[in-house]
């Protein structure tokens, strides 16, 4: 079964609450989403680190219930 745009929202969100997310269905499958995300959790942090906390906040679902997210993340105005 494939992960809605809200779905997606939702985790990251709830790890993230201050977060600015965008998300596009790029297939209209619900499998292959772009996804960005906002946040000043992100300030000084690596850009893998930003998108390992992103991933964190998916609890497992990427690779099985989440095919594929092509991911952005910045700290606001970075």
Not at 32 to 45: I, P
Request: hydrophobic share 40%.
């Amino acid at each position: 079964m494939a992960m809605t745009a809200q779905e997606i929202e939702t985790y990251i969100r709830t790890a993230l609450p201050d977060a600015a997310i965008s998300i596009e269905d790029l297939a209209g499958d619900g499998d292959h989403y772009a996804c960005t995300v906002v946040s000043e959790s992100f300030r000084g942090l690596s850009r893998v680190r930003q998108h390992q906390i992103v991933y964190a906040a998916l609890q497992g679902h990427m690779g099985g219930k989440l095919h594929a997210l092509a991911l952005q993340t910045a700290a606001p105005d970075q």
